[in-house]
C-alpha cells in the first residue's frame, strides 16, 4: 500500500501561480504514473496531469496544456505540480493519485488505487 500526502494548495488571485507538492512512503518500490485530478462539488473527479515514473513521460488534460507542468523528483516517490496562469475555474479541491498498473493515470478514477485526502486551490477573480 502506497500513502499520498499533498501539500501546497492554497487561494490566490486569476493570473497567479502555485506548487502543489505530494509525497509517497510505504509501498514505493517499481515504477507508477503518480498523478493529479481535481473535483468541485457536485461534479466528478476529473485528471489533470499525469507523469510515469520509469521515463518521466508525462500527460496532461487540455484544460491545463501549456499552464500546468508536472515533474517527479529522483527519488520517484515526489510529484510535484506546477501551476501558472491560474484561471477560476482552476479552483477545486486536488488530488494525488498513483497506481503501479499504469504508465498514464490520466483515466477513470474507479481504476486508481492510491489517493491522498486533497489540498484545496481557490483562484479569486
Excluded: H
Excluded at 70 to 97: F, H
Amino acid at each position: 500500500q502506497v500513502q499520498l500526502v499533498e501539500s501546497g494548495g492554497g487561494s490566490v488571485q486569476a493570473g497567479g501561480s502555485l506548487r502543489l507538492s505530494c509525497a509517497a512512503s510505504g509501498y514505493t518500490y517499481g515504477d507508477r504514473c503518480m498523478g493529479w485530478f481535481r473535483q468541485t462539488p457536485g461534479n466528478e473527479r476529473e485528471g489533470v496531469a499525469s507523469v510515469f515514473t520509469g521515463d518521466g513521460s508525462t500527460f496532461y488534460a487540455d484544460s491545463v496544456k501549456g499552464r500546468f507542468t508536472i515533474s517527479r523528483g529522483n527519488d520517484k516517490s515526489t510529484v510535484w505540480l506546477q501551476m501558472n496562469s491560474l484561471k477560476p475555474e482552476d479552483t477545486a479541491m486536488y488530488y494525488c493519485v498513483a497506481d503501479r498498473r499504469w504508465g498514464n493515470c490520466l483515466r477513470s478514477p474507479a481504476q486508481l488505487g492510491n489517493w491522498g485526502q486533497g489540498t484545496q486551490v481557490t483562484v479569486s477573480s
